[in-house]
């Protein structure tokens, strides 16, 4: 989800869509089928969905309420389209409030947005001081919470698992070093600064070392694989036939949790080979529409780099 805007009075924003008619396409819109953009963002994939529907409806959904702000705005005008502040984990939820039990396609676009990384005060980005935040719905635990109250072995599991950073030990015990020695952790850059000071000299010459790390608390902080897990859940049971399910993701656990979760619905007879006859029973719920997952093209990486790790995985229910 890369999107950004202006802080013009007027609401002028500027998207950035990362996959955008790989995603349309394989989301297959029927001008009158309801559809479910989880991830709404500044509306980009969202505009594209409204421009097939002629007597459907487009549910946006987003738990960040500058998004919210930003596609009420945006599709105002728009009789097909509905906005809704809530998080995509909840649509079966959200969607029964008005009347929705069944939909035709749902898009998820998991992440971070452009806007979040780009808005120094939401706390995201080690590039700019600000307070150490950031909360997808400005609410809750935040970062800063996070990173002065967990302990030790806490902190160095979500460093090594949700960064992926083989130096998540050492980052770990200098943030706990740093709070109990010198002062509560608060901003950004305070934060990047034990990073960087934690990892060899050669790892900070090859890109600034927070970066992994910034990526796991926010992870942590806003719960993002437990949400795409519930989401993948929701979206599929509220799937009718036919209906598809479209997710780009950015980071390798969230690919692996999508492709597992389509996997397991396109899995059919679970015998052992040597079977004469099928006795489980089981049969495929859905089938791939994207055997491999579709990545940003030469022309989309040259205009926006962002979309370099973005994968897109398309499957319909049977």
Same mark, same amino acid.
């Given at each position: 989800?890369?999107?950004? @805007?202006?802080?013009?009075?007027?609401?002028e924003f500027? /998207?950035?869509?990362?996959?955008?008619s790989e995603?349309?396409e394989?989301?297959n819109?029927?001008?009158?089928?309801?559809?479910v953009d989880?991830?709404a963002?500044g !509306?980009?994939?969202?505009?594209?969905?409204l421009? &097939?529907l002629?007597?459907?409806?487009l549910?946006s959904?987003d738990?960040?309420?500058d998004?919210?702000?930003t596609?009420?705005?945006? @599709?105002k005008?728009? #009789?097909?389209?509905v906005?809704v502040?809530?998080? @995509? !984990?909840?649509?079966?939820?959200l969607l029964?409030?008005?009347?929705?039990?069944?939909?035709?396609?749902?898009?998820?676009?998991i992440?971070?947005s452009?806007?979040q990384?780009?808005t +120094?005060?939401? !706390?995201f980005?080690? /590039?700019?001081?600000?307070?150490?935040d950031?909360r997808?719905?400005q609410?809750?635990?935040? +970062?800063?919470s996070l990173?002065?109250n967990l #302990?030790?072995a806490?902190?160095?599991?979500i460093? &090594?698992?949700y960064?992926e950073d083989k130096f998540?030990s050492?980052?770990?015990?200098?943030i706990?070093?740093?709070?109990?020695?010198q002062k509560?952790i608060e901003?950004t850059?305070?934060?990047a600064?034990i990073?960087?000071s934690a990892v060899?000299?050669?790892v900070?010459r090859? &890109? /600034?070392?927070a970066?992994?790390?910034?990526q796991?608390? =926010?992870?942590?902080?806003?719960?993002?694989f437990?949400e795409?897990?519930?989401?993948?859940d929701s979206?599929?049971?509220?799937?009718r036939?036919?209906?598809r399910l479209?997710?780009?993701? @950015?980071h390798s656990i969230?690919?692996r949790?999508?492709?597992?979760?389509m996997?397991?619905?396109?899995? !059919?007879?679970?015998?052992? #080979?040597?079977f004469?006859?099928?006795?489980? &029973?089981?049969?495929?719920? +859905?089938?791939?529409?994207? =055997?491999? #997952?579709?990545?940003?093209?030469?022309?989309?990486l040259?205009?926006n780099?962002r979309?370099?790790?973005?994968?897109l995985?398309?499957?319909?229910?049977?």
């Amino acid at each position: 989800m890369l999107w950004s @805007f202006s802080s013009c009075s007027d609401m002028e924003f500027k /998207h950035l869509s990362v996959l955008l008619s790989e995603t349309i396409e394989g989301l297959n819109v029927k001008p009158d089928g309801i559809y479910v953009d989880g991830t709404a963002g500044g !509306g980009g994939h969202s505009s594209e969905i409204l421009r &097939g529907l002629k007597s459907g409806k487009l549910y946006s959904i987003d738990r960040d309420p500058d998004a919210i702000k930003t596609v009420t705005e945006r @599709f105002k005008d728009e #009789p097909c389209s509905v906005v809704v502040k809530g998080r @995509f !984990g909840d649509m079966k939820e959200l969607l029964k409030a008005y009347g929705v039990e069944k939909v035709d396609g749902v898009l998820l676009d998991i992440g971070v947005s452009s806007h979040q990384l780009d808005t +120094a005060q939401r !706390g995201f980005s080690f /590039h700019e001081d600000a307070p150490l935040d950031m909360r997808m719905s400005q609410e809750g635990e935040s +970062a800063k919470s996070l990173v002065n109250n967990l #302990p030790y072995a806490e902190l160095a599991r979500i460093i &090594g698992t949700y960064g992926e950073d083989k130096f998540a030990s050492s980052i770990a015990r200098a943030i706990v070093r740093y709070r109990e020695n010198q002062k509560e952790i608060e901003t950004t850059l305070e934060l990047a600064e034990i990073i960087k000071s934690a990892v060899p000299q050669r790892v900070r010459r090859e &890109g /600034h070392p927070a970066r992994q790390t910034f990526q796991a608390i =926010r992870i942590a902080v806003n719960d993002e694989f437990g949400e795409l897990e519930r989401g993948l859940d929701s979206a599929f049971e509220m799937l009718r036939s036919g209906g598809r399910l479209a997710v780009i993701t @950015f980071h390798s656990i969230e690919d692996r949790i999508t492709k597992q979760r389509m996997a397991k619905w396109c899995t !059919g007879c679970t015998c052992p #080979p040597d079977f004469p006859v099928c006795v489980c &029973g089981n049969k495929p719920q +859905a089938k791939l529409i994207t =055997r491999k #997952p579709v990545t940003a093209s030469k022309e989309e990486l040259q205009i926006n780099q962002r979309s370099r790790s973005a994968k897109l995985r398309v499957c319909e229910k049977l």
